[in-house]
């Protein structure tokens, strides 16, 4: 399995585009694939569940989300005007 982890770029009201799209093999580490000024980490990896966190530069995590094989996870950074927003989940690749 791999962990897709889907960019969107919206405005207020509306989603604007898909920015990125991209999928990593489930291993403990960086995931150096997302241009951000956030750092996405993978912490741990289960049998059917992966656990993700999103830490800023000053070392402070953001947020921690649990990627499970049958749900997704959504992810919109507190924003007014618009900015990017991230769906997660696990997919099967051959």
Known sequence: MKLKIED???AVGK?????????????????????NTC????????????KICVIRHDGETIKTFTVTKDKDEYWRPRSMDGGHEYTLKLVRFF
Do not use: C, M, N, S
């Open 8 to 10: 969107y770029f919206w």
């Open 39 to 50: 750092t996405w980490q993978i912490h741990e990896v289960g049998e059917d569940e992966v």
């Open 15 to 35: 989603r604007t585009k898909k920015v990125k799209t991209v999928r990593v093999p489930l291993k403990v580490g960086e995931i150096k694939a997302l241009d």
